[in-house]
């Protein structure tokens, strides 16, 4: 039996074999010899997508490619429609619960690469039949060599141009209104679906220290401008960059003051991403606003530019627990003394 291994290529045989090694396998029909999406047996939620590039069905050519950023553009079978009961459920993914396989080829007398796991990012909510979904690779980035074998030509993400600042203003941190709460599965319309292409900024930012530090750099300079302007310059010095003292753990990044002397409890969460980009919170952050929820603020900034070091921010004051919709990402487990 073929062993699953990241950028090594298979037959739709070898796939079978590793995934449903009990059943009858017949080529070119039945559904791990024919069809491009095929469930796992036994397992709700599990499937395999097996693609090929550049394919036509009917009238149809199927728009698929990815990005350089592991971001997938992917289309269900022409005759699915959004209410279809298979396309709700792929929307409803999750990849800490359910796994999506992709193989992948550019050439129908080619095998399949295996790409690795797939995680939702988004699908089009006005066109259907096919669903236009994109998809995060959450294995990404692959070996050259394998995109090499593959034939496979990424799409290189629009780089804006840095944003600058007007002459005579130094405030490189935009306060904005909390944007509106919405459900990450409704999908986006259209335009923004084909100008998108985003990848998972949330998973990247969780990663990335260098984005997290110099975000807290900016709130840090924009916390002392604000104490300088209330008058209150005898506080600037006692304003601590706490994440950089001594470390993470304390719940907060940076310890300052409101303008009465009382002191304020900043965590700087950053992204390149929109407002809407999910972020991850330790449970020490949410205790800590939880115990101290008339002094703690989470400052969430986005549309970072790293590049000109400007970006825009909303604030959440007070019990985080009262804002945000926490999901569970993990869970630590111990043998249970009922057994």
Known sequence: MAALSLWSDYTREDVHS?????????PQAGTWGLQGIVRIPEREGDWVFFVTFGQHQGDHAFDESITAEGVLSWQSQPSQRLDNKIIKTLIAHDERVN????????????????????????HDQNREAPVYFQWQLLDWPAPQEAIDRIGLNLLEPEVAPPRVLVAGDTNTLKIV????????????????????????????DHKNRQLGLKG??????????????????DLLEKVIHVSVVEGDGAGYDIQSFFSDGNPRY????????????????????????ERHAASYSLVRVFDYDAESNI????????????????????????????F
């Open 18 to 26: 590793i995934f449903s090694p009990l059943t009858a396998f017949t």
């Open 216 to 233: 807290e750099l900016l709130v840090l300079e924009q916390e002392r401008r604000t104490l300088a302007l209330a008058g209150r310059s």
């Open 266 to 289: 900043i965590e700087v969460k950053t992204t390149k991403g929109n407002s809407s980009t999910p972020f991850y919170i330790s449970p020490n952050e949410i205790a800590f606003s």
């Open 99 to 122: 796994t999506i396989h992709l193989f992948l080829r550019s050439n129908t007398r080619a095998n399949y690469t295996y790409l690795g796991k797939l995680g939702y990012l988004t």
């Open 311 to 338: 970006g825009k921010a909303f604030v959440l004051n007070g019990n985080l627990r009262e804002s945000l919709e926490l999901t569970p990402t993990e869970f630590r487990a111990v043998l249970s003394e009922c």
């Open 177 to 204: 209104d909390r944007p509106k709460g919405s459900k990450s599965r409704d999908g986006v319309a259209t335009q923004e679906f084909k100008a998108r292409k985003s990848p998972n900024y949330a998973e990247r």
